[in-house]
């Protein structure tokens, strides 16, 4: 009897640790990324001689990859975010690799973007991966009810977060040169650039929806540590986007992408001085 309980019970511990570690290993895979993309820039011309331009577009995907990092590492523990998570990026994976196909057939500069199109690929391939061990891993388990916790302003204030970031992927995949020219971003000195650039913001704008999902599943289930996870996510990019502005990489229109991040830490900072 009692190695039939402890046979159960070594299951039951297996079964939590297989998500636990596939989301660690998420958290280095995205480490991995964040540091290669933020060293592409400086070879970034040279190697490839892609237009300056395009440099800022791989800083913000790096940027992401470094949010993401913060999200797998903190949320290694949590079985509704293990498990809707793997959907999502299952769902993201298949958006990048028919996103990569269709960049591929409509190349005007094959040098210029078969790199991308295989990067994008690798990182379809990546995310389908690790998003199917994570629901093979979690099989047997139950996605709990939400955390009997009602919501508080901070909440309310990564639902309004996840809004606003599907509704900037939506601007920024389908509309590529009106985002461009609203927030003064370098714009495309040719055919050839343009096709470029909007291969890399259509590879953001899947990162964005992607990062607004995972925050929507923190929401519906309270899950307290990616909330946490979001807020640190979001100030990360309140102090990228202010060094762009600062060294006049971008204009200070940029500061509006994480507007509500920017407005959610001040008021969370007044408030915990309110508090003292």
Same mark, same amino acid.
């Given at each position: 009897?009692?190695? +039939?309980?402890?046979?159960?019970?070594?299951?039951?511990?297996?079964?939590?640790?297989?998500p636990?570690?596939?989301?660690? /290993?998420?958290?280095?895979?995205?480490?991995?990324?964040?540091?290669?993309?933020?060293? @592409?820039?400086? $070879?970034?011309?040279? #190697?490839?001689?892609?237009?300056?331009?395009?440099?800022? #577009?791989?800083?913000?995907? *790096?940027?992401?990859?470094?949010? +993401?990092?913060?999200?797998? /590492?903190?949320?290694?523990?949590?079985?509704?975010?293990?498990?809707?998570? *793997?959907?999502?990026?299952?769902?993201? %994976?298949?958006? +990048? *690799?028919?996103?990569?196909?269709?960049?591929?057939?409509?190349?005007?500069?094959?040098?210029?973007?078969?790199w991308?199109?295989?990067?994008?690929?690798?990182?379809?391939?990546?995310?389908?991966?690790? %998003?199917?061990? @994570?629901?093979?891993?979690?099989?047997?388990?139950?996605?709990?009810?939400?955390?009997?916790?009602?919501?508080?302003?901070?909440? #309310? $204030?990564?639902?309004? &977060?996840?809004?606003?970031?599907?509704?900037?992927?939506?601007?920024? /995949?389908f509309?590529?040169?009106? +985002?461009?020219?609203?927030?003064?971003?370098?714009?495309?000195?040719?055919?050839?650039?343009? $096709?470029?650039?909007? %291969?890399?913001l259509?590879? &953001?704008?899947?990162?964005?929806?992607?990062?607004?999902?995972? $925050?929507?599943?923190?929401?519906? #289930?309270?899950?307290? !540590?990616?909330?946490?996870?979001?807020?640190?996510?979001?100030?990360?990019?309140?102090?990228? *986007?202010?060094?762009?502005?600062? &060294?006049?990489?971008?204009?200070?229109?940029?500061? @509006?992408?994480?507007?509500v991040?920017? !407005?959610?830490?001040?008021?969370?900072?007044?408030?915990?001085?309110g508090?003292?």
């Amino acid at each position: 009897m009692k190695s +039939f309980y402890r046979r159960k019970l070594r299951g039951k511990a297996q079964q939590i640790m297989k998500p636990r570690q596939l989301l660690q /290993f998420s958290a280095v895979i995205s480490a991995v990324s964040a540091l290669i993309l933020l060293m @592409l820039p400086w $070879n970034f011309t040279s #190697y490839l001689h892609v237009p300056v331009s395009a440099q800022l #577009y791989v800083l913000g995907m *790096a940027l992401m990859q470094v949010i +993401f990092t913060i999200w797998f /590492f903190k949320g290694a523990g949590e079985f509704e975010f293990a498990r809707l998570g *793997a959907l999502t990026r299952i769902f993201i %994976g298949l958006c +990048f *690799a028919v996103w990569a196909v269709h960049l591929r057939s409509t190349v005007l500069d094959a040098e210029m973007h078969s790199w991308l199109a295989r990067g994008m690929i690798v990182y379809a391939a990546i995310e389908v991966l690790v %998003g199917s061990f @994570l629901l093979t891993a979690t099989t047997h388990s139950r996605i709990g009810e939400t955390k009997e916790r009602a919501m508080t302003a901070i909440h #309310y $204030n990564r639902l309004l &977060f996840a809004i606003y970031m599907i509704l900037l992927s939506g601007w920024i /995949f389908f509309i590529p040169d009106s +985002f461009i020219a609203f927030f003064h971003l370098p714009l495309p000195a040719s055919a050839t650039e343009a $096709n470029l650039l909007h %291969g890399l913001l259509a590879v &953001f704008s899947l990162l964005l929806l992607q990062l607004a999902l995972f $925050n929507l599943i923190a929401v519906r #289930y309270r899950i307290e !540590v990616l909330i946490t996870a979001g807020m640190r996510g979001g100030l990360v990019a309140c102090v990228a *986007a202010s060094l762009l502005v600062l &060294f006049r990489i971008a204009h200070p229109l940029v500061m @509006l992408i994480p507007a509500v991040d920017l !407005v959610s830490v001040a008021a969370i900072a007044l408030g915990k001085i309110g508090r003292r």
